[in-house]
C-alpha cells in the first residue's frame, strides 16, 4: 500500500516568517494530494489540494507544489500568523478509490 | 449548508463492551468514509460506504463493521473493545466513487475513550 512520510514533526516560525512542510509518497500511481488543517480538539480541515497534472496550485498565503517523478510534495505558507498555529497532514490517495493515506502530521506553531 | 455533523462528541466505554458512532455526511454527498486517529498520529482509513455498501476497507479487523442507511448517513460499530481503541473517529464525506471531485471533509470527531 501507499507509504506517506511527512517532516519536520514540529516546526516553529516568527509571525510574519515563511513556514514549509515536506511530503514524499512511495505509490506512483497516486494522484490526488490534499492537506488539512487540525486545530486542538476539532476535526481536519481541507485547506488545498493539488492533483497529478499540475505542478503548482496557490491560494491567497497557502500554496503546493508537487514533484510526481521525485514522489514528493509542500505546503507553503508565506506572511504567517498566529492562527495558522495548528497541525498540518498532507495525503495521498488514487482518486478513484478516495482512500487517503495521511502523513504523521506537523505541528506548526506561529510566535506573535 | 450543514457540514459533516458525528455524534456522540465523546464516549467512554468499558473494554469488552461494543459502541456505535453515528455520521452525516455533508450535504449533497453520498460517500462516507470512516477514519480513526489515534492521539498525536495521522488519520487511519477504517473503510469507506457507497451506496449502502462497503467498498473499501483498510488494515482494520472484523470487530470494526459498519452501515450506510438510504438518506446516505452511516454508523461505525466497534464491538469487544480494546484499549488500544480509544481514538478519535473522524468521518468524512465526499461524493461518489469514480465521479471527477476527489475532496473529503471531515466532521469534528468523535472521541472514544476506553477503560
Known amino acids: 500500500g501507499e507509504n506517506v512520510e511527512q517532516h519536520p514533526s514540529t516546526l516553529s516560525v516568527q509571525e510574519g516568517d515563511s513556514a514549509v512542510i515536506k511530503c514524499t509518497y512511495s505509490d506512483s500511481a497516486s494522484n490526488y494530494f490534499p492537506w488539512y488543517k487540525q486545530e486542538l480538539g476539532k476535526g481536519p480541515q481541507l485547506i488545498i489540494d493539488i492533483r497529478s497534472n499540475v505542478g503548482e496550485k496557490k491560494d491567497q498565503r497557502i500554496a503546493v507544489t508537487l514533484n510526481k517523478t521525485a514522489k514528493h510534495f509542500s505546503l507553503h505558507i508565506t506572511e504567517t500568523q498566529p492562527e495558522d498555529s495548528a497541525v498540518y497532514f498532507c495525503a495521498a490517495s488514487l482518486y478513484n478509490f478516495n482512500k487517503f493515506y495521511f502523513g504523521s502530521g506537523t505541528k506548526l506553531n506561529v510566535k506573535p | 449548508d450543514a457540514g459533516v455533523t458525528q455524534s456522540p462528541t465523546h464516549l467512554i466505554k468499558t473494554r469488552g463492551q461494543q459502541v456505535t458512532l453515528r455520521c452525516s455526511p455533508k450535504?449533497?454527498?453520498?460517500?462516507v468514509s470512516w477514519y480513526q486517529q489515534a492521539l498525536g498520529q495521522g488519520p487511519q482509513f477504517i473503510f469507506q460506504?457507497?451506496?449502502?455498501?462497503?467498498?473499501q476497507r483498510g488494515n482494520f479487523p472484523d470487530r470494526f463493521s459498519g452501515h450506510q442507511f438510504p438518506n446516505y448517513s452511516s454508523e461505525l460499530n466497534v464491538n469487544a473493545l480494546l484499549l488500544g481503541d480509544s481514538a478519535l473517529y473522524l468521518c468524512a464525506s465526499s461524493l461518489g466513487i469514480g465521479t471527477a471531485t476527489y475532496e473529503q471533509y471531515f466532521g469534528p470527531g468523535t472521541r472514544l475513550t476506553v477503560t
Open positions: 460506504y457507497y451506496e449502502e455498501e462497503e467498498r
Open positions: 450535504s449533497g454527498h453520498d460517500t
